[in-house]
């Protein structure tokens, strides 16, 4: 690996230290839950079956509720990226981030843009 790449790690690793590993995990779980809440409340089901879901990522899948694909286009406009589904799942997942630096104050204000950009396309 690159000299750059060995600073990253270090420093990365620090952060996780300075954090500590049982609260980064809590942290991550938090989010998870809040995501998963927030979507099923919009009347989409989550991917995976479950116990088999992720705390660092949720795939989110339309099932009923409003059609995300046009909030998912506008939100990366605004520089928050939130990445759809690939393949044969082009168009009807998406997958929220909730890992790494992410905080819920970070989730928080995607899920409040997100909710504002499907108010916006359902009129």
């Known amino acids: 690996p690159s000299t750059a790449h060995?600073?990253?790690?270090?420093?990365?690793?620090?952060r996780i230290e300075?954090?500590?590993?049982?609260?980064?995990?809590?942290?991550h779980r938090a989010?998870?839950?809040?995501t998963r809440e927030w979507a099923t409340g919009h009347?989409?089901?989550?991917?995976?079956?479950?116990?088999?879901?992720?705390?660092?990522?949720s795939c989110i899948a339309r099932a009923e509720g409003p059609d995300f694909n046009d909030a998912l286009a506008?939100?990366?406009?605004?520089?928050?990226?939130?990445?759809?589904?690939y393949g044969k799942l082009k168009g009807e997942t998406f997958r929220i981030g909730h890992m790494g630096e992410h905080t819920m104050d970070d989730l928080e204000h995607?899920?409040?843009r997100f909710d504002a950009l499907?108010?916006?396309?359902?009129?």
């Open 43 to 57: 009347g989409w089901k989550l991917f995976p079956a479950e116990g088999f879901a992720s705390d660092t990522v």
């Open 74 to 85: 506008r939100l990366a406009e605004e520089g928050l990226l939130v990445s759809g589904g």
């Open 31 to 34: 989010m998870a839950t809040r």
């Open 118 to 123: 499907l108010q916006e396309s359902a009129r």
């Open 18 to 27: 300075t954090e500590g590993l049982a609260n980064r995990h809590a942290r």
């Open 6 to 14: 060995l600073y990253a790690l270090v420093r990365q690793l620090e």
């Open 110 to 112: 995607l899920l409040a």
